[in-house]
């Protein structure tokens, strides 16, 4: 069974920088995705970065190229999000998800099986 935990998120002000942490347990071999998705108040949820962990291949909402980046630790199985330049707008619910996704889906939000509990960030003055 894969499980996911985790950590980080915070309130931040405008301009500032938090960082997000997921652990993954339970896959069986290396190949799987590890997505960042967010949802707002009032709105659906949206990806916001991708990982592939056999690979290291990213990809990355337009919203957010250039101001946030995922990396991953294969050895610790986790993946982290970097979030610089945090902007009111960024404001959600951010949700780790895992599954194998190929790179060219990794915004369809049903292809992803496994999810994590969510953590808050708020970006305000």
């Known amino acids: 069974q894969i499980h996911l935990v985790e950590s980080g998120g915070g309130m931040v002000q405008p301009g500032g920088s938090l960082s997000l942490s997921c652990a993954v347990s339970g896959f069986t071999s290396k190949y799987y995705a590890i997505a960042w998705f967010r949802q707002a108040p009032g709105k659906g949820r949206e990806g916001v970065a991708y990982i592939y962990n056999s690979n290291g291949r990213t990809k990355y909402a337009d919203s957010v190229q250039g101001r946030f980046t995922i990396s991953r630790d294969s050895a610790k199985n986790t993946a982290v999000l970097q979030m610089n330049n945090l902007k009111p707008e960024d404001t959600a619910v951010y949700y780790c998800?895992?599954?194998?996704?190929?790179?060219?889906?990794?915004?369809?939000?049903?292809?992803?099986?496994?999810w994590g509990q969510g953590t808050q960030v708020t970006v305000s003055s």
């Open positions: 998800v895992a599954d194998n996704v190929h790179e060219s889906s990794w915004y369809h939000t049903r292809l992803y099986n496994t």
